[in-house]
């Protein structure tokens, strides 16, 4: 037992550390969010964006339980899978909602059988709104799931650094 909460209590330190960012005024905790569109029974983008979201310590969101971000970010991962090859309606809503003054940096990431245009089309929207967008980005194949979540995991620490 005290094992189990010495180890809690670590995760809890080191996810917030994975956030402190030394910069000339000091040390500052970075906020950090991780939305996503998932649509399916399968829950593939949400899986892989909890992954995303355990590697920093933090809780992924739903866009359909969040339609706007309420909280500035300084990293917001953002993701969705196609459907029929185009991207989620709610997904594109989401992106063209997204206010300049609220992220300061955008990472994507999408699930799929074989095409990125997720991403890519997410990448021209948020562009077009002034958003910077990182080039590098996160995929994993949708029958490849279960074997991309530690993978997941660490761009999601390596990509809030």
């Given at each position: 037992?005290?094992?189990?909460?010495?180890?809690?209590?670590?995760?809890?330190?080191?996810?917030?550390?994975?956030?402190?960012?030394?910069?000339?005024?000091?040390?500052?905790?970075?906020?950090?969010?991780?939305?996503?569109?998932?649509?399916?029974?399968?829950?593939?983008?949400?899986?892989?964006?909890?992954?995303?979201?355990?590697?920093?310590?933090?809780?992924?969101?739903?866009?359909?339980?969040?339609?706007?971000?309420?909280?500035?970010?300084?990293?917001?991962?953002?993701?969705?899978?196609?459907?029929a090859n185009i991207m989620a309606p709610e997904l594109k809503e989401y992106a063209e909602g997204l206010d300049p003054k609220m992220v300061s940096k955008v990472v994507l990431f999408t699930t799929s059988n074989w095409s990125r245009r997720t991403v890519l089309a997410l990448k021209k929207i948020l562009n077009e709104k002034g958003l910077p967008v990182c080039e590098d980005y996160f995929y994993a194949h949708m029958l490849n799931i279960d074997g991309k979540i530690e993978a997941a995991k660490e761009f999601g620490i390596k990509m809030s650094r």
């Open positions: 037992m005290m094992k189990d909460l010495l180890k809690n209590i670590l995760n809890v330190i080191q996810s917030y550390c994975s956030q402190l960012v030394h910069c000339s005024k000091g040390l500052f905790i970075m906020e950090i969010a991780v939305r996503y569109c998932s649509k399916t029974k399968f829950g593939n983008t949400r899986r892989i964006a909890e992954a995303i979201a355990d590697g920093i310590g933090i809780k992924a969101v739903s866009i359909a339980d969040e339609k706007n971000l309420k909280e500035k970010a300084d990293i917001l991962f953002l993701g969705g899978a196609p459907y």
